[in-house]
């Protein structure tokens, strides 16, 4: 282990446990279909991180992947049906939703795929059409 903070985190039940360790490459809201549909609300807090700053400390053997997509896979308990994280690996991150980790200091600073917002949030946040250039998105603002 190294110095950096360590944010411990888990599923809903708390079969499933992770340490998230360090800071997160970005934090911020995601406004696609796809993270509406999976986590049933009108928009997704996330975290992404590096795989190496990610280790599961219990239940690895209960977690189930989804993808309905080869760019995510979508990872949640088989006991409790809480969803944990997504692995993006086109971009080489996981997505640990901010929700699972309770005690991490969440500060977003942009909105992804704003474009399919079901809801507006003025926050004075950058508002990105889709994704920025360095996750192969447009890199393209849209208004607040």
Not at 34 to 54: D, G, H, M, Y
């Amino acid at each position: 282990m190294t110095n950096e903070t360590n944010y411990t985190g888990g599923c809903f039940c708390g079969a499933v446990q992770f340490t998230v360790i360090g800071k997160p490459v970005a934090m911020g809201y995601c406004h696609c279909e796809s993270c509406r549909q999976w986590s049933a609300s009108p928009v997704n807090a996330f975290t992404l991180w590096k795989p190496e700053a990610i280790q599961i400390t219990r239940g690895s053997e209960n977690i189930g992947t989804y993808n309905k997509t080869p760019n995510s896979y979508r990872k949640w308990c088989k006991t409790c049906g809480g969803h944990v994280f997504t692995e993006h690996p086109g971009m080489g991150l996981i997505d640990v939703y901010a929700a699972t980790i309770p005690q991490f200091p969440y500060h977003a600073r942009i909105h992804v795929n704003y474009q399919e917002t079901v809801l507006r949030i003025k926050d004075g946040l950058p508002k990105m059409k889709d994704l920025p250039k360095e996750m192969g998105g447009s890199d393209l603002s849209v208004a607040e």
